[in-house]
């Protein structure tokens, strides 16, 4: 989904939650915090998110209506985030109220820099994911001169982490076509 159908689910979310009288409140993790807060990144299959403080059972129910009323796959609007590894130095900011008139939904997206890390860790495969390509559009977002400078971001978030020799091997590679001025491959990431 792209932004705009993103943003026009998380109202109809917000409007029901509404409807029930209540506001939940969530971070949004991932490639989806990256569609709603950039261009780079043109879509996601799902929302993930960390329920903040919510009846988070009603927020599934209200969320699984309006996947039905639009055909979404089960688990396009996950919670699954809370079983990856989060810092504790993470940080999100508020990207809005849903609807803005009644919020039933408050959304908080994680920070760029925060969500670099986070993907850093995950590095998946290009064939399977955008992990790589994420990393690509970042690291000129936050303005990374190095790979060096690259891991120390992760380690700022995830101190105690060690990042697999072949993330490290793939950050250089990174670092070796961004000198040479290259365009995004899906070969990185292999």
Aim: proline share 5%; aromatic share 8%.
């Amino acid at each position: 989904m792209n932004r705009p159908r993103m943003l026009s689910l998380l109202n109809q979310i917000g409007e029901r939650m509404s409807g029930h009288g209540r506001v939940a409140e969530i971070a949004v993790y991932g490639g989806s915090a990256l569609v709603l807060q950039f261009d780079f990144r043109e879509a996601t299959r799902d929302v993930d998110y960390i329920p903040v403080r919510c009846d988070n059972d009603l927020l599934k129910r209200v969320s699984a209506e309006v996947g039905g009323l639009h055909r979404l796959p089960d688990g396009w609007f996950s919670d699954a985030m809370r079983l990856n590894p989060l810092s504790e130095r993470g940080q999100t900011t508020l990207l809005g109220d849903f609807p803005s008139h009644k919020p039933g939904l408050r959304v908080f997206v994680a920070q760029p820099e925060y969500i670099f890390a986070m993907k850093m860790l995950a590095m998946r495969s290009s064939l399977v994911t955008k992990d790589v390509e994420d990393i690509w559009n970042l690291w000129d977002h936050l303005c990374i001169a190095s790979a060096d400078e690259a891991v120390q971001v992760c380690r700022h978030y995830y101190p105690s982490k060690q990042l697999p020799q072949r993330h490290l091997l793939l950050l250089a590679d990174i670092e070796d076509a961004k000198r040479e001025g290259l365009a995004y491959s899906p070969r990185f990431g292999y």
